[in-house]
C-alpha cells in the first residue's frame, strides 16, 4: 500500500488497493478499515456505504402471458418467468405500464433500443443522433469518485449497416451513449474487462495479479481484523476463480486474432467462437456478471451497463432447448421456447443479485446500496409492441429506494407513465437531481 491508502498516525483509509508489478487490486469495505473513501487530507467521514446502479438489458421483449406478479414483500407471488427472483422479492419492485414515447411509432427494433436509457429521438440514415443515456449522465456527475466512471458491457457482438426502417443498427446494439452522437465502446471480451478492473496490463499481463500483490495483501492481513480477514480471503478466493476463466477465454481470443488476421476479416465480423467468445453463452454471462459484481465490492466504479444480449439478437440456447436463435423466437414469445428464453435471462438478474447479496458491507450487504434495474426494448416480439415496457429493480440504494412491490401505471395517463420520470426519480435517489430528462420533466409518482 502507498501513503495515499493510509491516514495519518498508521491507521487505514477504507479505499484500499494493492499494488503488484503492472497491477492495481482494489479492495472491498473493511469494517476495520476508519472510512471509505478517504484520502489523507479527508476528515474522517460517516461509514455509509456508496450507491451504485448497474442495468441489464435483454432485446425484443420477454414471454407476454408468463410476466405477472402481485402482492407484496414476502408474499408477493411471481409468475413463470419471474420465478428465478423469489429469493429477492422482499427487494424487488416489479414495474408496470411505463413507456418510451420517443421509441413508439418510428418503426421496429433499431428506432426502439438505441434511446431506451435516454428518452430522446433517434436519427434515421447514416448521421448517429440521440441522446445521452441515464447511466452515462450518472457517470459525469459521480465517476469522479471512483477510479473507473462506468463499466459498459455486452455479452454480443455489435450490428452494422442499417435496418429496413433506416435506422443505423448501432441502435440496435448499444444501450449506452457517451453523447448525443456517440455510443460508449462495449467490451465484449470478459479478458480485456477484467484486465481494465485491476489495471493489468504490460508485459506480465498474462502473469497472475494475485501471485503480484501477494506481498502487500500479506501486509495487510496483520493490520486488520479476523472478520476483516475473512472477508479478505474470500474476496481474494473469488478472484482466483474468476482470472482463472479470464485467462481460458484470453488464450481463445488470442487464437481468433491470429484466425482473423489469416482470412482477412476483422474480428467482430468474425461469428463464435470463432471470434474468441464461448459457444456457450452461459460461461460468458456468468463471467461478466461476476466481473461487474466485483468492479461493485469494491467500489472500482458505481455505474455498470450489460448489454445481455442486443436488439436482433442472434445468441442461441440450445441449454434450454430451443433450436432457433433469440430473435426468431422472440416471433412467437409465449412459445414454451421463449419462456425459457425469458426466464433465462431473469435467472442473470438473479444471479448479480445474489452475488452482492452475498457480499457484507456495513450493517447490510452491497445489494442493499445497489440499484439493480432490468429491461427490455418492448413488452411483445411477436408484435413488435413497446407500447409498455417490462421493467424490474432490485436492491434498495441504501433505503433510498422503498423494495418489495408491484407498481402499476398502465391506466394513469401517458404523461404519467414514462420512462423518463422513472429514470429522474432513481437519479434524485442517487443524489443527482436534474430538472428534465429525455421526454421528462417530472418524477415517477410512487416510486
Known amino acids: 500500500m502507498s501513503n495515499e491508502d493510509q491516514k495519518p498516525g498508521g491507521s487505514l483509509s477504507r479505499r484500499i488497493f494493492l499494488r503488484g508489478a503492472g497491477v492495481m487490486m482494489a479492495l472491498p469495505w473493511l469494517e476495520s478499515v476508519p472510512v471509505w473513501g478517504a484520502t ?13 446502479f448497474v442495468v441489464q438489458f435483454m432485446g425484443t421483449g420477454i414471454s407476454p402471458n408468463n410476466w405477472s406478479a402481485k402482492g407484496e414483500g414476502a408474499t408477493m407471488e411471481l409468475s413463470k418467468s419471474l420465478q428465478p427472483l423469489e429469493p429477492y422479492k422482499t427487494k424487488l419492485n416489479v414495474i408496470n405500464g411505463l413507456f418510451n414515447k420517443p421509441s413508439t411509432g418510428v418503426g421496429i427494433h433499431p428506432g ?8 430522446m429521438p433517434l436519427t434515421r440514415g447514416a448521421v448517429l443522433h440521440g441522446g445521452i443515456s441515464l447511466d452515462q449522465v450518472l457517470a459525469a456527475k459521480i465517476g469522479q469518485e471512483t477510479a473507473q466512471p462506468s463499466l459498459v458491457l455486452s455479452c454480443e457482438q455489435p450490428l452494422t449497416g442499417y435496418h429496413e426502417s433506416n435506422f443505423s443498427m448501432a441502435y440496435s446494439s448499444h444501450i449506452s451513449w457517451q453523447s448525443a ?3 460508449v465502446p462495449t467490451e465484449v471480451y470478459p479478458s480485456l474487462a477484467f484486465d481494465s478492473l485491476f489495471e493489468n496490463n504490460g508485459s506480465r499481463r498474462l502473469e497472475s495479479i494475485l501471485d503480484r500483490v501477494s506481498g502487500e495483501a500479506s501486509g495487510l492481513r496483520r493490520r486488520i481484523s479476523l472478520d476483516d480477514r475473512n472477508k479478505l480471503d474470500e474476496y481474494l478466493t473469488s478472484v482466483r476463480e474468476v482470472e482463472q476463466r479470464a485467462q ?7 487464437k481468433a486474432v ?4 489469416d482470412r482477412g476479416k476483422p474480428l467482430v465480423g468474425m461469428k463464435r467462437p470463432d471470434n474468441g467468445l464461448p459457444e456457450d453463452i452461459r460461461e460468458h454471462m456468468r463471467l461478466m456478471c461476476d466481473i461487474v459484481a466485483l468492479a461493485i465490492q469494491t467500489d472500482k466504479t458505481r455505474v455498470a451497463t450489460m448489454l445481455m444480449c442486443r436488439d ?3 445468441l442461441f440456447y440450445p441449454f434450454l432447448g430451443v433450436r432457433d436463435s433469440h430473435h426468431p423466437a422472440s416471433h412467437h414469445d409465449n412459445s414454451d421456447d421463449y419462456e425459457r428464453i425469458t426466464r433465462y435471462y431473469i ?4 444471479y448479480l443479485a445474489g452475488k452482492l447479496q452475498a457480499m457484507p458491507e456495513g450493517t447490510g450487504t452491497v445489494l442493499d446500496s445497489t440499484c439493480l434495474l432490468w429491461l427490455s426494448n418492448m413488452f411483445s416480439g411477436s408484435v413488435h409492441d413497446n407500447s409498455t415496457l417490462p421493467i ?3 436492491g434498495g440504494l441504501g433505503g433510498a429506494l422503498t423494495t418489495g412491490r408491484v407498481l402499476n401505471y398502465r391506466d394513469k395517463g401517458d404523461d404519467n407513465r414514462k420512462v423518463c420520470s422513472l429514470y429522474l426519480s432513481l437519479m434524485d435517489k442517487m443524489g443527482v437531481h436534474l430538472d428534465r430528462f429525455g421526454d421528462a420533466d417530472t418524477r415517477l409518482v410512487g416510486l
Open 312 to 314: 436482433l439478437s442472434g
Open 112 to 119: 426502439m433500443t438505441g434511446n431506451i436509457l435516454s428518452g
Open 347 to 350: 435467472s442473470q438478474l438473479a
Open 181 to 183: 452522437d456517440s455510443p
Open 392 to 394: 424490474l429493480t432490485v
Open 40 to 52: 489523507l487530507d479527508e476528515p474522517a467521514a460517516p461509514n455509509t456505504p456508496p450507491k451504485r
Open 258 to 261: 491470429t484466425k482473423a488476421k
Open 248 to 254: 481460458r477465454m484470453r488464450g481463445e481470443m488470442g
